[in-house]
């Protein structure tokens, strides 16, 4: 064996990834030194686009930018642009529905992620048992929004189609058969000795770590963090539901998992009592005639499957954004590679790459800057971030000034 | 004379293509290969593919284009799967001659099986490495490493059945022997060299748990990424062979061998359908184990169950 580093490349096409996607590991044998990820794959302009359009538009734009998480962007887009109008007199049936999607979307995302996980330790059995458990939750979705993705439920001031209280008695019939299920796919995976040997103690992210790249959801949940917007700045129904926020000490693979599997349980909890509360409701009004939206500047949250999407909206008064920026947890959650996967084995880090959930759709923004005419490309990702660093950097040392 | 030798030259001819050589091992190990992902598909609560799928696939990847990568080194890297069929081929006759009780000049010599059981496991790695492809040099240093690891078991279980057979080498005269005093795995010795061996062909079948050399959310394909068309193919057909061969010779080994004899047929089919059934099922309940976790488990728990297996052997049981 010679001393020279290797290259293992996973990308851009990859069956690891559902998404073009560029990881390079520098190996030496089956030893992963350090890795270097090139994104850039998936850039589609998104806060641009969206800053042409109007505020209904804007929403079904946003719903696009990821297949598996299509009800968090809106989610957080309207809660921003709320804030923005400062528009509070949301109907408590719009809230409780709001809800309702978030949560059946965490579970169709968790169960996705502990499929695709099961694949990629080449359990093929947890993956196609996991995605089967998933369609009654796809199926409450196309019951409910008449799509089983992208759900075109929320507008600004409500939501667009009401969950009709003759059909709440169905999903909690589906949600009540769904339970076993899950318990039984939790026992599966949390009690066997040879997926504890391939996920415990590897990838593991301490509680420094998780606050040094500001990750977000369930990796930092696993590690110990109980950061989850829903708690700390509650939205929608949140507040009116009782549930629990679950974490993990280990930080490792396997407490990425745990926490997913048991927030998943908390979910339905969340589900059943917001039907309930709907059920109490009858049949109220589910939105606000909303004539326009006031100019102003507003942030929205909502805890994704994946953590924190954050939405900054600016209006003026017209009925499309001034500015629009997106950020999604991805983008805090990938970096952590950094920590976790250095000195591990190939077969390690493929699977560590894949425990945060990576959304790469979500994640891509402005990446190169390239002159029209030669192709030449002037500006590179990190030189922007180069730049951006600079930039915040003296706005520092000029509020300093002031303080002075 | 010459007349007789011509005979004696096309009998081994059909022996060596038609039966039980290429042309047998190929349909046989491609229905064995249909049962092992039909039996996985409904374990996954898939329909599965039908009764011909694994010929579809040979015929689609023999109208496909082969592509050799610049710089691999063609001789060698097209060289390797022509090898592997070979050689899988002749341990399959070799095993079947006397397994299936046909009469013949050879008995059944386990050292020459043994060598020829190898051969496609170190022709896939001269082939990965000829590749020139990083992915497949992974690839080839996992195989290497599960080759050193499973080869010793293999043949310490092999070495505790010759002992209980009088210290014959000849793979009829263990069949010979369990016909008088009762099948291998109705012992102590047998059953847990029975353990030992289906462990060891999983990962000759390089099937789940024991599949890290092909990994494919780690290394794509691993050893066989560079291959397609017709070599790929070739490969495949190895893969299925091999899924008839290897546990053909476990049967001959363990459970007595064939008999096509009246209703013995039922029972010869059973034998095969069940040895394939817990290869499935091994290989539909285990996550892929790590390359490190698979050597220590050869060659700390197998060789261990292995040596038992011999104790137990020299003293009879």
Redesign the interface.
């Known amino acids: 064996m010679s001393n020279k580093e290797v290259v293992v490349p996973i990308g851009p096409y990859h069956p690891l990834q559902e998404e073009p996607e560029f990881f390079k590991l520098y190996c030496d044998g089956e030893v992963v030194k350090r890795v270097v990820w090139e994104a850039g794959y998936n850039h589609r302009g998104h806060e641009k686009i969206s800053e042409g359009k109007s505020f209904d538009q804007s929403l079904f734009l946003v719903e696009r930018i990821c297949g598996i998480c299509s009800c968090s962007h809106p989610f957080a887009m309207v809660n921003a642009v709320e804030d923005a109008g400062n528009i509070t007199n949301i109907p408590v049936r719009a809230k409780y529905i709001r809800t309702i999607l978030g949560e059946l979307e965490r579970i169709h995302s968790h169960l996705l992620w502990v499929g695709l996980a099961g694949h990629f330790i080449g359990y093929n059995t947890v993956f196609m048992w996991a995605w089967k458990y998933r369609e009654p939750i796809l199926d409450i979705f196309e019951m409910t929004c008449g799509n089983r993705n992208h759900y075109g439920m929320f507008k600004v001031g409500g939501v667009r189609r009401d969950i009709e209280n003759d059909d709440i008695p169905e999903i909690l019939k589906v949600l009540d058969k769904l339970k076993p299920k899950l318990n039984l796919l939790i026992g599966a995976v949390m009690d066997d000795p040879v997926i504890h040997s391939r996920t415990k103690g590897i990838g593991i992210l301490t509680k420094e770590d998780i606050r040094e790249f500001h990750a977000l959801g369930p990796t930092a949940r696993a590690s110990g963090i109980p950061i989850d917007v829903r708690k700390d700045d509650p939205y929608a129904a949140y507040n009116m539901v009782k549930w629990k926020v679950i974490t993990a000490e280990e930080g490792d693979v396997f407490a990425k998992a745990a926490v997913r599997l048991l927030e998943m349980i908390e979910s339905v909890s969340i589900i059943e009592q917001c039907l309930n509360g709907l059920q109490k409701t009858k049949n109220g009004p589910i939105d606000i005639k909303l004539k326009e939206v006031p100019a102003g500047e507003g942030v929205g949250h909502h805890e994704a499957p994946r953590g924190e999407v954050f939405h900054f909206v600016k209006t003026n008064g017209t009925n499309s954004p001034e500015r629009h920026k997106i950020r999604a947890p991805s983008l805090m959650n990938i970096p952590t590679f950094r920590r976790s996967c250095t000195n591990q084995t190939i077969s390690d880090v493929a699977l560590i790459l894949a425990a945060v959930d990576p959304c790469y759709c979500c994640t891509e923004r402005l990446l190169s800057v390239y002159d029209w005419e030669s192709g030449k490309r002037e500006w590179t990702f990190n030189d922007l971030v180069k730049l951006s660093h600079e930039k915040t950097r003296k706005i520092m040392k000029r509020l300093k000034k002031q303080d002075v | 004379m010459g007349g007789d030798h011509k005979v004696k030259m096309a009998k081994v001819l059909f022996q060596f293509l038609i039966f039980p050589g290429f042309l047998f091992l190929s349909v046989v190990g491609g229905i064995l290969s249909w049962v092992d992902r039909k039996l996985?598909a409904r374990?996954?609560?898939?329909k599965g593919p039908p009764l011909l799928q694994p010929f579809y696939d040979l015929i689609k990847l023999s109208v496909k284009e082969t592509t050799v990568p610049e710089n691999a080194s063609a001789r060698v890297f097209l060289a390797t799967p022509i090898l592997a069929l070979t050689a899988s081929v002749i341990s399959g006759i070799l095993i079947l001659l006397p397994a299936l009780n046909i009469s013949s000049g050879f008995r059944g010599d386990l050292l020459v099986i043994i060598y020829l059981l190898a051969v496609p496991a170190v022709t896939t790695i001269i082939g990965a490495l000829a590749s020139g492809n990083?992915?497949s040099?992974?690839g080839a240093?996992?195989e290497i490493k599960l080759l050193i690891s499973y080869e010793l078991p293999f043949l310490l279980t092999i070495l505790a059945l010759v002992i209980r057979s009088d210290m014959s080498i000849s793979l009829s005269d263990l069949i010979a022997k369990q016909a008088v005093s009762g099948v291998f795995i109705g012992s102590f010795s047998g059953a847990l060299g029975f353990i030992v061996i289906m462990m060891v062909i999983q990962a000759k079948l390089s099937l789940?748990?024991f599949?890290?050399a092909e990994?494919?959310?780690?290394?794509?394909a691993g050893v066989i990424t560079e291959y397609s068309g017709i070599p790929l193919g070739l490969i495949k057909l190895t893969r299925f062979i091999l899924l008839f061969v290897l546990p053909s010779f476990v049967i001959s080994l363990f459970l007595g061998g064939f008999d096509f004899t009246g209703w013995n047929i039922l029972g010869s089919i059973l034998k095969i359908v069940l040895i394939i059934l817990l290869i499935t099922l091994v290989r539909?309940?285990?996550?892929?184990?790590?390359?490190?976790?698979a050597m220590k488990f050869f060659f700390i728990w197998m060789n261990l169950f292995a040596l038992l297996s011999i104790i137990l052997a020299i003293m009879g049981y």
Not at chain 2, 43 to 46: A, G, I, M
Not at chain 2, 287 to 293: D, E, L, N, Q
Request: glycine share 0%; proline share 10%.
């Open positions: 996985t374990v996954h609560f898939r990083p992915l040099a992974v240093s996992r789940v748990p599949d890290m990994a494919e959310t780690e290394i794509i539909n309940t285990n996550p892929r184990v790590k390359i490190k976790a």
